[in-house]
């Protein structure tokens, strides 16, 4: 089992907003970071720290904490936001760095 | 823009030693670590570890006893080694640029730029 669990799969209406989920006891400490995965495609930086986003990235894109759970929100979803999204933090104990969450896929109705 | 690659080899046998490449080209090593990332086939991503501009490394425990990577002297590439390779570790490849920072006494990582990846397939 992850140590960061994320809802395997989110349907949202094209323009509307949805809320993905990373779940774990390393996030009541340390900051997620988040990855869109398009189909054969590399992961794409969306969100890492206290909500900042790389160049590039549209603001349509948030991220937030509280206790156990990060989020990213997408407020007015695109077709093009179909895709996976990974968070990335600490394992439960706050040890070890790199640990990805389960993953979340998207589908844009 | 900072650009990785990865080269590696496509096909390995069982119980061989996976050795994969990454080129860097557009970007500075130092002020950042370099890590490996894979996917198995239809899976999530598993980070493997990195290295810094150094030559210092830190693993995932679950791979650790079977990985070490190693910097370049050039300071253009960085390599990832996994030995006794089996079935499981079939995998896609990724090459990833570090970022990071510290909160509260403790390090916090981000991957800022990802290779395109390489596809590794374990079979006799």
């Known amino acids: 089992s992850s140590d960061l669990t994320q809802d395997p799969t989110v349907s949202v209406a094209l323009g509307q907003t949805v809320r993905i989920t990373c779940q774990g006891d390393?996030?009541?400490?340390?900051?997620a970071s988040w990855y869109q995965q398009k189909p054969g495609q590399a992961p794409v930086l969306l969100i890492y720290g206290k909500n900042k986003r790389p160049s590039g990235i549209p603001d349509r894109f948030s991220g937030s904490s509280s206790g156990r759970t990060a989020s990213l929100t997408i407020t007015g979803a695109q077709a093009e936001d179909e895709a996976d999204y990974y968070c990335n933090s600490r394992d439960s104990r706050g040890h070890h760095v790199g640990v990805f969450g389960t993953g979340t896929q998207v589908t844009v109705l | 823009q900072v650009q990785l690659q990865e080269s590696g080899p496509g096909l390995v046998k069982p119980s061989e030693t996976l050795s994969v490449t990454c080129t860097v080209s557009g970007g500075s090593f130092s002020g950042y670590y370099w890590s490996w990332i894979r996917q198995p086939p239809g899976k999530g991503l598993e980070w493997i570890g990195y290295?810094?501009?150094?030559?210092?490394?830190i693993f995932s425990p679950s791979l650790r006893s079977r990985v070490s990577i190693s910097l370049d002297t050039s300071g253009t590439q960085f390599s990832l080694f996994l030995t006794s390779m089996t079935a499981a570790d079939t995998a896609v490849y990724y090459c990833a640029r570090t970022s990071y920072d510290f909160w509260s006494g403790q390090i916090y990582i981000w991957f800022d730029s990802w290779g395109q990846g390489t596809l590794v397939t374990v079979s006799s």
């Open positions: 290295v810094d501009h150094s030559g210092g490394t």
């Open positions: 390393s996030l009541r400490n340390f900051y």
